[in-house]
């Protein structure tokens, strides 16, 4: 991957017409996306450089990255199916409710052992993610890991 300040994202946005979720799942959007601006690394193949920006919408059951300039000028829109990422969102959400009902009744141990599992499912789908990416949009794997957190936002709210 080439030069940082040309291979970036500069803003990130979901699709708003999902409409509004819990006060939580909202929290989690604004981090991953705060982390995401912070620190990223964003190449889509065969543009001489950004920075970009990234909207992230859901339609008909496929995940759409429509990638523009900072002044809006379209860069190029992919979309990626969801099958390939339907069991690992189903099994985040199932150990994310079990970590959250962990942290209030379990022991330290316990908790430690059930976010390890969580920590590697969210893994898994960053890996997918990345690898689905190839050919169209060079990423590192924290990018990944952070655009994956979205992918599982969209679920929660579509």
């Avoid at 009902?101 to 499912?121: H, L, N, V, W």
């Avoid at 997918?128 to 994956?148: C, N, P, S, V, W």
Wanted: hydrophobic letters at 40%; glycine letters at 6%; a negative charge.
């Amino acid at each position: 991957m080439a030069d940082k300040a040309k291979f970036r994202l500069c803003d990130v946005s979901l699709d708003e017409s999902i409409g509004r979720a819990t006060p939580d799942i909202e929290h989690e959007r604004a981090v991953a996306i705060f982390d995401l601006i912070e620190e990223n690394s964003f190449e889509p193949v065969g543009h001489e450089g950004g920075p970009y920006k990234l909207k992230l919408s859901l339609v008909d059951s496929k995940l759409v990255f429509t990638i523009t300039l900072e002044d809006d000028t379209p860069v190029a829109t992919h979309i990626l199916s969801l099958t390939p990422f339907r069991r690992i969102v189903k099994d985040y959400f199932m150990i994310c409710e079990s970590y959250y009902d962990a942290i209030r009744s379990s022991t330290p141990s316990q908790i430690e052992a059930i976010d390890m599992g969580r920590r590697g499912i969210h893994n898994e789908g960053s890996q997918t993610l990345k690898d689905r990416l190839e050919g169209k949009i060079a990423i590192d794997f924290d990018t990944a890991r952070r655009l994956f957190t979205l992918v599982c936002v969209l679920h929660w709210r579509g």
